[in-house]
Structures are given as C-alpha cells and as structure tokens.
C-alpha cells in the first residue's frame, strides 16, 4: 500500500493550505482515512478523520479544518484555513483497511509564520 501527501509548505497566520493523500495498492475496502500531525518531542495526534460520509475533528482544528474524500474513495483531503502558528507540524495521512490493517503516508511539513 503506498500513500502519497502532498500540499504541505510555508503559509502566513489566517492563510489556508489543502493537503491530498493519494493511496493505491490497498487489498481490502478502506474503512477510514485520517490527517495526523506531530511536532518534536510531542506523540502523533489526529487532527482529522473520515469513514463513509462521518467526519470527526480535534477540538483545536473544529471550523477551520475540513477533511473530504474523492468520489472513488482513493484520495484523502484535508482544507485548512485560518492556520495559525500552533498548526506547524508534520502532516501525516493514515488509511485503514476492513481488515484493521493500518498505513501511513511520508509525511508533509505544515509552517505557520506568525
């Protein structure tokens, strides 16, 4: 299974980027997609998930933030506007399988300058 993010880069604070994660080589029916991200010394937190039409959002992301999918399921989008500093991270897609197997793209640095 390959994941392919892209859309990462540096933004001003209030400007909006939109990641893409492309999957392909997935066996099974994808059950859920998903943005994480993850700052030096911090864990991977999810910032965003999707399965079927169910969307769900961290807090600090809520309104800003929206995930949607493309009509064949395989592509994995994440729009976020009014970024702020605290957004700078590394972006991460995951994809999870029916089979609960779970991938994870390469990762996309966000930065937020203030």
């Known amino acids: 299974v390959q994941l392919q993010a892209s859309g990462g880069g540096l933004v001003q604070a209030g400007g909006s980027l939109r990641l893409s994660c492309a999957v392909s080589g997935t066996r099974f029916r994808i059950a859920a997609m998903g943005w994480y991200r993850q700052t030096p010394g911090k864990q991977r937190e999810l910032v965003a998930g999707i399965s079927g039409s169910s969307a769900n959002y961290a807090d600090s992301v809520l309104g800003r933030f929206t995930i949607s999918r493309d009509n064949a399921g395989n592509t994995v989008y994440l729009q976020m506007n009014s970024l702020k500093p605290e957004d700078t991270a590394v972006y991460y897609c995951?994809?999870?399988?029916?089979?609960?197997?779970?991938?994870w793209g390469q990762g996309t640095q966000v930065t937020v300058s203030s």
């Open positions: 995951n994809v999870r399988e029916t089979n609960w197997s779970n991938f």
